[in-house]
């Protein structure tokens, strides 16, 4: 993870655990689960821990700018981002369907959130089905 305010970059860990098929492994953590990496595990001479991502401010800036005009109503979406010499931060992907294993984010925020946002589907539901049901009458009536 990176902390988002200072660009300072803690232990790498991996969620490939979660990638995996098939009922046998719905409950089996991986031998990735919980570990973590000071130095990059593809990259020996590269270290993670205690690096600072001094570009973190416009990677976050090019992040919050891309949710708000690409995705303004979905809650929670994880950007895959570039640092490039020629364009500087760049996006590579986005996941709608991110996991929350790893993430940094305000959980109490998300939590809140996502209640109220169920608390309303199921008031348009309630309502849409009260809609129905008067529909219904009428062209039992008529």
Not at 12 to 38: E, I, V
Not at 100 to 126: C, H, I, P, T
Request: hydrophobic residues 35%; charged residues 25%.
């Amino acid at each position: 993870n990176i902390d988002p305010s200072t660009g300072r970059m803690s232990a790498g860990r991996s969620n490939q655990h979660w990638y995996q098929l098939g009922l046998k492994h719905m409950l089996r953590l991986g031998d990735t689960y919980g570990k973590t990496w000071s130095i990059h595990p593809d990259a020996p001479t590269k270290k993670i821990e205690g690096r600072t991502l001094t570009e973190i401010r416009p990677v976050c800036a090019l992040c919050t700018s891309a949710h708000a005009k690409l995705l303004p109503d979905v809650p929670l979406v994880g950007w895959d981002v570039a640092l490039t010499r020629e364009k500087g931060a760049v996006l590579l992907e986005l996941n709608i369907s991110c996991n929350l294993f790893l993430g940094q984010y305000n959980r109490k925020q998300y939590s809140d959130f996502m209640w109220k946002y169920m608390v309303a589907l199921e008031e348009d539901a309630r309502a849409i089905q009260e809609a129905q049901a008067r529909e219904a009458a009428q062209d039992a009536d008529g």
